[in-house]
């Protein structure tokens, strides 16, 4: 594959279709992703993925990295940078009181605008 620029790699990301199937699970949230390229670095980059599901992880990889151009360290880094930004929206949901009513298996509804690149 030939090196793309940062501006087209940012075009091919914000062009993938939304996923079909289940969201990742996201503790107690129930995102509603904007960004389908969000998602699939959310999925990617979940910690020890690589070594408990090698298989997952370098299909899951590997899609990514055709769809957008995208080197693994940028899809990694960009899904480190999602998962951040979710946690914080819980922490600051949490800090509002917004998931103290949650019971069960319930889930507070978020919806996460698209992260910026970190390419």
């Not at 996923?19 to 503790?27: D, F, L, R, V, Y």
């Not at 969000?38 to 070594?51: E, G, K, Q, T």
């Not at 930004?85 to 507070?108: I, N, P, S």
């Amino acid at each position: 594959m030939t090196k793309l620029s940062q501006d087209e790699k940012r075009r091919r990301a914000a062009a993938l279709p939304s996923p079909s199937g289940a969201n990742p699970s996201c503790g107690p949230l129930d995102v509603s992703w904007d960004s389908a390229f969000d998602r699939m670095c959310y999925m990617v980059s979940a910690p020890d993925l690589a070594v408990r599901n090698a298989r997952r992880y370098q299909k899951l990889m590997a899609e990514a990295m055709e769809a957008t151009g995208c080197t693994e360290e940028e899809i990694i880094a960009h899904g480190n940078k999602v998962r951040a930004v979710l946690f914080f929206a819980q922490d600051r949901l949490t800090k509002q009181g917004a998931l103290a009513g949650l019971a069960g298996k319930q889930k507070y509804a978020y919806r996460l605008p698209p992260v910026s690149p970190m390419f």
